[in-house]
Every structure is written in structure tokens, then in C-alpha cells.
């Protein structure tokens, strides 16, 4: 690991000015220069670290409050509190194992929270992070997560009873160490890549690198021995999945650069492409693909799509996973459109009715009317057929502002709601009014 992030000399005029104008090297041509531009910052920077235990902040959620809230059968969601600390929109919601959460906002900042919802830490970066992976630890104090950025994937460590916060650099090089595709302070019209690091998918014993070019597989990136990355795939991918075992499914998108419309079914140990399901929009950002697994021998791979182009559609699309006992398998797909609405994301609900049911929320801008809005939908599984059926629009209030950029549901049942004021606290999400129909129609 290069641990130096904090040496002022590192970045040069000349660098600042090149981080300004790389939009299409990475991110495609959709993608505005303002989301991604560089600051005047060249590393991270740790703008406030609270004291873990002992937190007063009148701005803060009272949690005391917060199980007295509950939303009634026409409501579904109702607010309990805005997140106070930022107001802009989030690219992802993460929760650790602890129940911690890690919020990623497009103006390029980390939020950590508690469990009672109290902002522990903000922390400035270059670019936007990404996506997050936590690493497994044996030290029940300290936390470490991965974060993926253009340039760099972070280790950022938080030793809860010391209330200290550490970052470092991950540091992948060839062999011989003649390039080391990290290094920020290189010359500027050489042929080296630049990185952008989409997503991190963590294996038994190695790791998956989504990046704009390609897929990459490495062994440790904790490890000061890591070596350069073996590559797997050459067109840019910002997510994937492991299905089962060692299928795994990559999204791209063609308005990235050597992107296209396509979901990749790819088998790990041998490193080749089983098939490519062709023609759908996947929404460019990580964290918008979903698994449900029903059983041993039957995934549903769910995937939010999004209209970059007047030749892309806006919807969700489902991929029906059936294994044989030979560990074959055949795939059918389903795609519900919807219309007059960008899909920005999806979340399924933890509410279990039925074994082939589950509900989603998809949370987006309706086209029409240019508002943020959430749409509730009620999906069942029936012998390899996919059945989508839209409920309503959530009333989420005038307190939203912009478009709906992410939506999380928390372990203990509340929903995170981003749109471009920032974070919106809500309750557990309450179907009894469609849990009557049901028992109606009985």
C-alpha cells in the first residue's frame, strides 16, 4: 500500500487541468464534466471525524422517535427525518455488517453513519466513489472498506475505539515494477492507462475489477506483493454478479467508452462468455443489479435500464436463471418498459408474502411532469414466467426535490430515500392495504 495521500507537492497545475477534461475517457459521453470534474483537492481529505460514543448534534435524527413513526396502509412510506449533514443527491447507499452506513454522494463525498443515524464521518475525495466493498476482519473495532474511484481503490480503515480514520492507496504494479497503473504522477502523454474502477467483486480467494478497460482479476489487493492484474475481458463493464458458483453476470452500456447494450453470462474458471443477452439499457452506475435466489436450481437476475439515447428504453429487466443438475442451465428474459419514466434504480423489499412474490420500488424521474417520483411494483415468478404488475406512485411530499437517484432498505426495514436534497429517512414500508386485496380475492 502507498499510504502517502496527504503529501501537498504530489499534484502539479499541469495534472489539475488534465483530471478537468476526462469525462469521456471514462465515464462515456453521457455523463456531464461538472459530476466528475476534479476539485481543487488532489487526495482525500477528512473534512470532520465525530466521537463514536459520544455524539451531540442537535441536526442529527432522535432516535428515540423513530419507532413511534409508522406509515399507514395508504401512505406505504412515511418520513421520519432528512439526513441533515448533506443535501445533495447520493450515487449509493452501503450497510456494513455492523449497521453502519456509508452514503456516496455525486459532489464526491463518503458519509458514515450509525445505527442511530448520526454522521460519524464525511470524508472529500478527487472523484466520485463508485461503489464499496467491506473486508472481512478479525478485529472487532476496526472497520475496512474498499472504494472505488477513477485512479485509485481506497482502503480506508476506521478503528472505532481510537476514533481514528486512516486511507491509504491500493497499489497494483507489473512484475518487474516498470508500471504501476496507480501512479497519478506520471508523464501525461505517455501511452499508460488511466483507471477508472467501477466495482469490486470479492471471491473465494481473489478479486474481480470492473474498469473501463475491462475486467481484471488480482489476489490480494490488501497485500504490498500484489502484482499487475490479469485481464479477463476487454469491454467496460461498471458492475457485476455472481450468479451461482462460477457464473457471473457483467452489465455494460454503449454510451460508455468501448461499452455496449449488454449483459455478459461469463464462466469464471474457464474465462469465457457463455452468452450475451443483447439490447438493453443497463443503467451505467454500480449497485443497480439485484439477485433473488429462490431456490438451489432457480436466480432472477433483476436489472435497472435506462434511456441514455433515443435509441434505449427506459425499464426493468429480468433474467430467469434455471440450473440443471449438471450444472447447465437456460435463461429466459423479461422486460417491462416503462414509459415517460428514466429509471434511475431499484429496491427490492424485504417483505416476504409469498415464496414466487416479491414487491420493487423503482425510483427515478417521470419524464412528463419532470419530477422525482417512486413507482411500487408487484412481481411473481410463475414456472419461468415473469409477471410485473404496477401498483401506484408513492406520495413521497413537496419536501423532495430533483430526481430520485437511489433507494436502500435498511436491515432493520427502513427505506433510504436520495433525490437532490439530499437523504429522506422512511419508515418500514406498509403493504396491508394490498395484503386486504389478496385476502379478498380469496
Known sequence: MDSSVSTSDFYKDREKDYLNNISNNFYGSITSKETIKSEEIT????????????????????????NNITASKYEILKKISHFESHKTNSNFIYELTIGFIIISTYDKYLLFYDNNYNNLLKIKFPFIINSVNEIKNTENNIIKIFACSIYYIYLI????????????????????????????????????????????????????????????????????????????????????????????????????????????????????????????????????????????????????????????????????????????????????????????????????????????????????????????YKVEFNDNETNVEFLQNIELGDYIEGSISYIYQLKNGKIIVSCGNGNILYTTPNLDGYNEDLNDDI
Open 43 to 66: 487526495h482525500p481529505e477528512i473534512i470532520n471525524e465525530t466521537e463514536i460514543n459520544n455524539i451531540e448534534n442537535e441536526n442529527n435524527i432522535n432516535n428515540d422517535n423513530i
Open 157 to 376: 480503515s476506521l478503528d472505532i475505539n481510537n476514533k481514528k480514520t486512516t486511507i491509504e492507496k491500493c497499489n497494483i504494479s507489473e512484475e518487474d515494477n516498470m508500471m504501476v497503473i496507480h501512479d497519478f504522477k506520471r508523464d501525461l502523454n505517455s501511452d499508460i492507462k488511466n483507471y477508472n474502477y467501477h466495482f469490486i467483486i470479492q471471491l473465494k480467494n481473489s478479486q474481480i475489477l470492473c474498469t473501463n478497460y475491462g475486467i481484471y482479476e488480482c489476489q490480494n489487493l490488501e497485500s504490498t506483493k500484489e502484482k499487475m492484474p490479469k485481464i479477463v475481458l476487454l469491454k467496460q463493464y461498471t458492475e457485476g454478479v455472481i450468479v451461482k458458483d462460477n457464473i457471473i453476470c457483467f452489465k455494460s452500456n454503449k454510451q460508455l467508452t468501448n461499452g455496449d447494450d449488454l449483459l455478459t453470462i461469463f464462466n469464471f474458471y474457464s474465462k469465457k462468455v457463455i452468452s450475451e443477452i443483447n439490447g438493453y439499457s443497463f443503467a451505467i452506475s454500480p449497485n443497480r443489479l439485484i439477485l433473488i435466489n429462490q431456490n438451489e436450481k432457480r436466480k432472477i437476475l433483476i436489472g435497472a435500464c435506462t434511456q441514455y439515447s433515443s435509441e434505449q428504453k427506459n425499464g426493468i429487466l429480468f433474467v430467469n436463471f434455471e440450473f440443471s443438475e449438471d450444472e447447465k442451465f437456460e435463461t429466459k428474459v423479461y422486460f417491462e418498459e416503462i414509459e415517460f419514466f428514466s429509471v434511475n434504480c431499484i429496491c427490492k423489499l424485504n417483505i416476504n408474502k409469498k415464496d414466487n412474490e416479491i414487491f420493487l420500488l423503482a425510483g427515478g424521474v417521470d419524464e412528463e411532469y419532470n419530477k422525482g417520483i417512486i413507482k411500487l
